[in-house]
């Protein structure tokens, strides 16, 4: 006779822990070779997170959020997703849980009472929860106005356990560099995660102004750990600034690419610095915009789409560069020119299809992002089979580890060899244009000095 004990429930979630374990590991795989991937700031704590993050860019925010975390995190989602057959495999194995906006299906509104108990009952448990409590994703320059949901979710989830749960609230900002091509860069930003237990009076006396205060404290957290303008050409403004600014202070090499995270505290407080400008000195603003905008053309004639262009270059320097990365394409060219070759046809079909549908510019790399998992994962399998029917098992293994190995060499040689192209137009052009070198330099002193002359206005006007 069978015990009653038969230990099949524990396997089960043992089999769903390890499933959702090898879903993010593979899917945060690929996101990371999709995107330039960086991330910056503390661990996630430990025990029951709600990670709060701001939504620029549909499903890859929690994608990017799974390679970043450190750890698992089951996320919120609309529930449409959940009926698409990739993605909601993937969301459901996750542990994902459906939000039911009115937008999608009024009459489906109730059932958010089941995913709201179902959260809880997630951080009860001690799991990270993903949400993006601006409620949709967008393109907007700055944070929207974030809804109180995160909040009443973290609140009754300490109330319900006396305030004892240990509850932190984890804020995320993610930021994007063109972020609806291949090979964009992104950058998550993990800010100090906070506690909530010292809104227990309030939420005992006001659960709605409880409520309020930490959406408050929520949108203050994202916001410092986010890039906000007020107009959306600021950015541009803000790009150039930090990257003639950096090179001027010798923060960074003229042709050296700095990463995302360590530019978006300078870019923040460039940021900051345009809005206090705005509203103290317009005038002086549209004269520095002027000023910046005749620098990036300048800097545009030599090519230099990255970095800047150096005062002078050394002999020295320059046969360096070229050895260095000579000896590196001439290394990595054999391999990656064999996946280039191998990984061609879902490439171009991945190119085809995402133009024929009309997106949004938030929504364009979720689309890319699919149609790229599903083409690469049936070319892989449809190889792999292949090798197997005409070799046997001999070819199989060399096929299935080599193909995502000349893949990554691929990728590698590109984004190397895209570089090099780059530095090297910029080489030649200060050869034809040696005094057009010379006024870069003088434009770009002439800038940090005026630079620094408002950050200490600035300062003084605090």
Do not use: C
């Not at 069978?2 to 945060?28: N, Q």
């Not at 999709?34 to 991330?39: A, G, I, K, P």
């Not at 996750?94 to 009459?107: H, W």
Request: net charge positive.
């Amino acid at each position: 006779m069978l015990s009653s004990d038969t230990g099949v429930g524990p396997r089960k979630e043992e089999a769903s822990i390890l499933l959702a374990r090898i879903v993010t590991k593979l899917v945060g795989w690929a996101v990371s070779i999709f995107y330039d991937l960086e991330r910056r700031g503390p661990a996630l704590p430990e025990g029951p997170v709600l990670i709060t993050a701001n939504h620029p860019n549909a499903l890859i925010d929690p994608l990017v959020v799974f390679q970043t975390a450190g750890r698992p995190s089951r996320p919120l989602a609309k529930a449409p997703l959940f009926d698409k057959l990739i993605v909601g495999t993937a969301l459901r194995a996750l542990g994902g849980l459906p939000v039911y906006r009115k937008q999608d299906d009024p009459k489906l509104m109730h059932l958010n009472d089941r995913t709201f108990e179902a959260t809880i009952a997630a951080l009860h448990a001690g799991s990270a929860v993903q949400i993006y409590p601006e409620g949709q994703s967008h393109s907007e320059p700055a944070l929207t106005p974030i809804r109180t949901g995160a909040a009443r979710i973290a609140l009754l989830a300490e109330a319900l356990r006396d305030w004892k749960l240990g509850l932190h609230v984890q804020p995320v900002g993610l930021t994007y560099v063109q972020k609806n091509l291949f090979r964009g860069r992104v950058v998550a930003a993990f800010g100090p995660a906070f506690s909530i237990d010292d809104l227990r009076e309030e939420y005992e006396k006001d659960e709605r102004v409880a409520s309020r205060m930490l959406t408050d404290k929520i949108q203050e957290h994202l916001e410092a750990v986010t890039l906000n303008f007020e107009q959306r050409e600021d950015l541009e403004l803000v790009e150039v600034a930090d990257r003639l600014y950096a090179r001027g202070k010798g923060l960074v090499g003229y042709r050296e690419r700095d990463r995302i995270a360590d530019r978006l505290p300078r870019m923040q407080l460039f940021a900051k610095g345009i809005r206090w400008l705005r509203a103290a000195d317009p005038e002086r603003l549209e004269g520095l915009k002027e000023s910046v905008r005749r620098y990036l053309r300048l800097l545009t004639l030599f090519g230099a789409s990255e970095g800047d262009v150096p005062p002078r270059y050394k002999f020295g320097m320059v046969i360096r560069y070229s050895l260095r990365q000579l000896f590196m394409l001439i290394v990595v060219f054999p391999l990656a020119f064999l996946g280039a070759v191998a990984w061609l046809i879902p490439f171009i079909l991945t190119r085809y299809m995402s133009p024929r549908f009309s997106l949004k510019l938030d929504q364009i790399a979720t689309y890319k992002f699919v149609i790229a998992m599903m083409a690469f994962s049936i070319w892989w399998v449809t190889l792999t089979a292949a090798a197997y029917v005409f070799s046997g098992m001999e070819l199989v293994l060399l096929v299935a580890a080599g193909l995502p190995v000349s893949g990554l060499a691929a990728i590698a040689w590109h984004d190397r060899q895209m570089q090099v192209r780059q530095d090297v137009r910029v080489f030649l052009r200060t050869l034809r244009y040696p005094r057009g070198q010379d006024r870069l330099a003088e434009q770009r002193r002439e800038l940090v000095q005026e630079f620094d002359r408002l950050m200490e206005t600035w300062k003084g006007n605090l």
